[in-house]
């Protein structure tokens, strides 16, 4: 009698397989395509039969694994340095999901490492409303690669009025020349997320978006700590610059002689005798104020170079001024004014023709 798994052939019809299961006295046998079908077990016949299940004592005795055996832990392929990568070179980027629909889409965030230098970083966020950092990424980053940090929506942008990176460069099982450590922090402008024109082609991605450079040929970009000998040095300079007589500045009405500095003063105690009354709105309108007057006085003097100190702050005030230099006044470039002479807020504007 056949039994299941045995391998049969029909004994009235062309055909047979293995049999799968028996129900009653029908045979259910499987052909070699995998088709199931019926059959009287009494027509069967059994052209092999098959093989008994092996019992326990039936199974081979597996060798024990030697204890003498380890796995090596597969070595780190080497990194490929390039002569130019001794230079370092960090970028922050923002890339859209769907550039095309920038009001709903999500975004990117990827660091770009373009140097032989491994990277410690930390890469945190906060709006200008916290006083507090939040970290949302940190890592070690392999050289000449690109890693990304994290994706995110626009709920996210309102705790992105700042951002900030951290690191440490440095070389694995070779000599090489050190990186100072730096921390850059930068404004980040949320509102050009929503606009297309403010993505632009980068050579480290195939599509737009918004790039910071964090280091540049070794120079990091505003960085929220200042270098002691730098400190040293300029606390030096303005010991000397004590036993100076005092610089005067040319009057904003005068037309100024080639080489020679307008100064605009934008503290607000130094435009208004009293700010009694005067909500922080007020006193800005009224610096800025101050700050398109010089600018219309001088506009049509070419090479005319103004300085607006504004004080170090939050930088609203400057973040102002530069606003309206872009919306207003595009024939003019601006830069952070001598350190030496203004210390660190002013702002240097130059009119070009």
Known sequence: MAQVN?????????????ITRIVDNMAYVEDEDGFEQPALLRECIVVESAKPKPTAYDKPIAPLPSKEIVTEAPKPAPVIETKEGDTLNIVLAYEPREIKH???????????????????????????????????????????????????????????????????????????K????????????????????????????????????IVKNDRPARMMTIDSADLERAMKEKRHQDF???????????????????ECDLHINELLDTTAGLSNKDMLEVQLDEFRKTMNENINRKGAKIVFIHGKGEGVLRKAILDE?????????????????????ATLITVRG
Request: proline share 4%; charged share 30%; net charge negative.
């Open 6 to 18: 045995d391998i049969v052939r029909f004994l009235n019809q062309t055909g047979g397989g293995r």
């Open 102 to 176: 920038l009001n709903t889409t999500s975004f990117d965030a990827y660091l770009v490492n373009d140097s032989n230098y491994y990277l410690y970083f930390s890469y945190m966020t906060r709006s200008d409303s916290d006083d507090e950092w939040v970290t949302r990424y940190h890592d070690i980053v392999e050289p000449n690669i690109q890693v990304h940090i994290e994706e995110f929506d626009h709920s996210l942008l309102t705790h992105m009025d700042r951002v900030a990176v951290q690191y440490i460069a440095f070389k694995q099982e070779k000599g090489f």
């Open 178 to 213: 050190l990186k100072n450590p730096a921390l850059v922090e930068l404004r980040l402008n949320t509102t050009k997320f929503y606009k297309m024109h403010c993505f632009h082609e980068n050579e480290y991605f195939d599509s737009p978006v918004i790039s910071l450079d």
């Open 244 to 262: 100076r007589p005092a610089r005067t500045p040319v009057k904003k009405t005068e037309k100024p002689k080639m080489g020679e500095i307008i």
């Open 325 to 345: 230099l872009k919306r207003k006044y595009p024939r003019c470039e601006a830069q952070d004014a001598s350190f030496r002479e203004y210390g660190f807020g």
